[in-house]
């Protein structure tokens, strides 16, 4: 695919485009939101069974096929999981964590609102796009929770909940359970799982939403760059490649 940029025409404010997302992330990326968003399909089915009409064997059905893609999700996951330990520099944990040259958390965030809200402007009065050539760091506020607790927690809730209603792998004898200890660990599991089910919708809608927003201000190519992998960046993100990956680069 050809990604060249006539943002590289403006050399003042770009200095190169150069491959930041490797193809493991992008296609975990692209097929975790496939997954995603047939579970949230046959969630909203079967949660609304009553509202829709649905007869009692169409709702197990879906609950079902949910579990299903479950094992999809946990593969997918897993995987993510790998790659923060073992891919390339901007797919792991470094590159998601927000702090910066010794500060902490909340010293970052307020200072990453404040580049966002009111960026600093360049020579031709343009906003100036993020220093940092991988995850923007203002979005590793979500990022990094998701990863590290939210996708993991849904994932264990989700097997527990399938173990306990039907006996399905990974822990079928759960099933077997006496009714008294069964049915209020089913209820706390499935509400749970429930509870994180529209915890990371809240993040589907931030995540768009810090898109659009990022996109619009800086004029960026963030989301292309999920497709193909390359990343149009400014002399300082592309200063901090070259010191982040140890790789010296060409100005193109």
């Known amino acids: 695919m050809n990604t060249s940029s006539p943002r590289l025409s403006d050399p003042?404010?770009?200095s190169a485009q150069l491959p930041v997302w490797e193809p493991r992330i992008r296609l975990w990326h692209w097929a975790?939101?496939?997954v995603i968003l047939l579970l949230v399909i046959t969630y909203l089915l079967f949660d609304n069974h009553a509202l829709l009409g649905l007869s009692k064997p169409t709702t197990v059905l879906f609950q079902k096929i949910h579990f299903y893609l479950g094992y999809l999700f946990t593969a997918l996951v897993l995987e993510r999981l790998y790659l923060a330990f073992r891919g390339r520099v901007f797919s792991r944990w470094r590159d998601l964590d927000p702090r910066h040259e010794g500060a902490g958390f909340l010293a970052v965030m307020k200072e990453e609102i404040n580049r966002h809200l009111r960026p600093k402007i360049d020579a031709g009065g343009r906003p100036v796009p993020d220093p940092?050539?991988?995850?923007?760091?203002?979005?590793r506020f979500l990022y990094?929770?998701?990863l590290a607790v939210l996708l993991p927690a849904q994932v264990a809730t989700g097997l527990l909940w399938g173990s306990l209603k039907w006996g399905l792998l990974p822990l079928p004898f759960l099933h077997s359970l006496s009714p008294g200890i069964a049915k209020p660990a089913t209820w706390v599991v499935s509400n749970l799982h429930a509870a994180g089910f529209y915890a990371f919708l809240g993040f589907l809608l931030l995540h768009l939403g810090g898109l659009v927003k990022y996109e619009l201000t800086f004029s960026s190519?963030?989301?292309?760059s999920m497709i193909?992998?390359?990343?149009?960046?400014?002399?300082?993100?592309?200063?901090?490649?070259?010191?982040?990956?140890?790789?010296?680069?060409s100005r193109q």
């Not at 940092?132 to 979005?139: A, E, I, S």
């Not at 190519?221 to 292309?224: E, I, R």
């Open 12 to 14: 003042q404010r770009y």
């Open 221 to 224: 190519d963030l989301f292309s």
């Open 132 to 139: 940092d050539p991988g995850h923007n760091r203002l979005g």
């Open 32 to 34: 975790n939101l496939l």
């Open 144 to 146: 990094l929770p998701l």
């Open 228 to 249: 193909h992998g390359k990343k149009i960046l400014t002399e300082e993100a592309a200063k901090n490649y070259e010191t982040l990956t140890g790789d010296p680069i």
